[in-house]
């Protein structure tokens, strides 16, 4: 500002100290004018102290700087006034043209007393008092920070910036401003009192109503426009766009997947953007980034055909699967089903972690939706089309149980190969209701192949198979007549199951529990309880034995025997039906055989 003032007084003093000369100059050439020589004397009779001069710089030196104001003798300004306080160097040498003010007509040296400084500071004043009128800027400099606000200087003239004034928000630090020269509006001033109002607010507000208005000329859909970063948020960047601001939302930064939208910009960066709707009545203005580029959904049909093997890193896992992305802009879904060749259901985090390359195969494209399914198992071979050469029907596995079932228990007999074991197929002999009772999840086992269809994912395996058929091997001992032993199982109305050898089961009919009438098995017998029993009926074709605990101790009694094969001795056919009810296994209930026993 002093600068400003300086070269300001410097330009009228020279114009005027120009028409000195000449009139000096004039004098000189027609000294016998006297009329000339008395209108001088009248000028210099009307110089009074306090007044502003124009006057030319005869000589600089240490003690002070000789000027010529046309008064009858020179004037002397202190040398300190002419000092540039950045270098210490004197801003004037001879021959410049300045303002100064007239302090004192004469000195005791003989000199007219002259003020540099107080020549600016009164013209400061005037400058201020005219701008506060006119509602002009000025520019000043932060000097420091004071109470409640900033001390601005004004070119020698300090006046007080209010916090409140400094922005068009709220300023946190007002430190960070000292040094700056910003434009600033008088909101009062009085000279007398040397107080001085400032605002930064004001010039900032208009110069934005200014850009506003002439933004919203141009503002239009389709229009494209640089505009300035001004504030990030997790949805998006507002956008200066010239004192009106538009939204960014994060959805339409990138063709890609944005996260963060300061991974992307940064506040005041420059950026061109694409306005995407205006609402010319609420002055409110959504914009596009990405639509500045290529949309790469246009040509991906043609880039990733079908059949093809892409790479990508994972950005995204859900419940059903996860999200690969092939290139910025676009992504494809692994559902589960299509991330291994096992039939077991996992979450996709315990096959796949975010940020993991993995390689693909395109499996369709869907262009309109946006959508690309991969397929992560089909860069691998199917372990089920190479299946019949490493197993066949007969072989003898090892493996763990996966799960289990009402019908059965799967077991994995290789990393996506798993054989199911019917509940029909773990015993020969016990009567197995649910497989978790003979079975644990975890488990090792083995088993045998009993079937093998390779075309519907599917291995039948069986456990009982370990072993001989327990029921053959009886049937082949045994002949009616022949008396076993064996232990009591359970009771029925019509008689009771007895465990024999190898865990089959026969029936000793009420009737043949006692040479004596018996209401009820449980008065001849006890569960648990061991003894003798004759073979009465064999019927190997649906595993039935009779037996007889009466005829057990009779050496030869084949008419019981006739008797009891013939007639169906103390046997209703309500009793039969009850009977094989009981006896049959779940296991050969779920295949539909009837593996009770009749008499």
Not at 83 to 96: C, H, M, R, S, Y
Not at 319 to 334: C, H, K, N, R, T
Request: charged share 30%; hydrophobic share 35%.
């Amino acid at each position: 500002m002093t600068n400003n003032l300086n070269q300001a007084g410097t330009e009228m003093a020279e114009k005027d100290l120009a028409q000195n000369d000449g009139t000096s100059k004039t004098t000189q050439n027609s000294a016998e004018d006297f009329g000339t020589l008395l209108e001088n004397f009248e000028a210099q009779s009307t110089l009074t102290p306090g007044e502003i001069v124009k006057g030319r710089v005869l000589k600089v030196s240490d003690r002070g700087v000789i000027i010529d104001i046309g008064f009858k003798s020179e004037g002397v300004v202190p040398v300190e006034e002419f000092i540039d306080p950045a270098d210490g160097k004197v801003l004037v040498q001879p021959n410049d043209r300045v303002e100064v003010m007239i302090k004192q007509l004469e000195n005791t040296e003989g000199y007219v007393e002259l003020s540099r400084a107080e020549a600016i500071h009164l013209q400061c004043w005037d400058l201020i008092e005219k701008a506060f009128n006119s509602k002009e800027n000025l520019r000043g400099r932060v000097l420091e920070r004071i109470k409640g606000g900033l001390k601005v200087d004004l070119g020698g003239i300090s006046g007080f910036l209010p916090g409140s004034q400094v922005d068009v928000k709220p300023v946190r630090n007002l430190d960070a401003w000292k040094g700056k020269e910003i434009p600033v509006r008088v909101l009062k001033v009085n000279r007398r009192r040397s107080n001085i109002v400032l605002s930064h607010k004001v010039v900032i507000e208009e110069d934005a109503s200014k850009k506003k208005n002439t933004t919203l000329e141009q503002l239009d859909e389709g229009v494209i426009l640089d505009g300035k970063v001004k504030n990030i948020t997790d949805y998006g960047v507002f956008i200066d766009l010239g004192g009106i601001d538009g939204l960014l939302h994060v959805t339409d930064i990138s063709w890609g997947r944005v996260q963060n939208p300061n991974d992307v910009f940064k506040v005041d960066d420059p950026i061109q953007v694409k306005i995407l709707k205006f609402d010319r009545e609420h002055e409110r203005v959504s914009l596009g980034y990405k639509q500045l580029f290529p949309d790469p959904w246009d040509t991906v049909e043609e880039r990733y055909p079908i059949g093809m093997r892409v790479t990508g890193k994972i950005v995204s896992i859900i419940d059903y699967g996860a999200f690969v992305e092939i290139e910025e802009g676009v992504e494809g879904l692994v559902h589960i089903s299509e991330m291994t060749w096992s039939k077991r259901t996992k979450h996709p985090a315990k096959l796949v972690s975010v940020g993991q390359p993995i390689e693909a195969i395109v499996l369709n494209i869907d262009t309109k939706g946006k959508r690309i399914s991969l397929g992560l198992k089909q860069v691998l071979s199917n372990p089920w089309d190479s299946i019949a050469e490493r197993y066949s029907v007969g072989s003898r596995v090892v493996g763990r149980v996966r799960n289990l079932t009402d019908f059965g228990a799967f077991v994995e007999i290789e990393d996506g190969i798993d054989g199911l074991v019917h509940v029909s197929d773990i015993s020969w002999t016990k009567r197995i209701k649910h497989p978790s009772e003979v079975l644990k999840k975890g488990q090792q086992v083995e088993a045998i192949i009993t079937a093998l269809e390779p075309a519907k994912s599917r291995i039948s395996l069986s456990i009982k198979d370990l072993e001989p058929n327990a029921w053959d091997k009886f049937f082949q001992t045994y002949k009616v007549g022949d008396v076993v032993h064996g232990k009591v199982a359970r009771f029925a109305n019509f008689g009771a199951f007895v465990e024999l050898e190898g865990g089959i089961e026969g029936l000793c009919h009420i009737s043949e529990l006692s040479d004596q009438r018996v209401e009820k098995p449980e008065m001849a017998l006890q569960a648990g309880q061991e003894l003798s029993f004759k073979i009465l009926k064999l019927d190997e074709s649906q595993k039935k034995i009779g037996l007889s605990a009466r005829a057990a101790n009779k050496d030869q009694d084949p008419e019981d025997v006739t008797t009891y094969q013939n007639q169906g001795v103390g046997a209703s056919l309500g009793e039969l039906a009850q009977f094989s009810s009981l006896s049959a296994s779940s296991e050969v209930a779920a295949k539909g055989s009837d593996n009770g026993q009749n008499d």
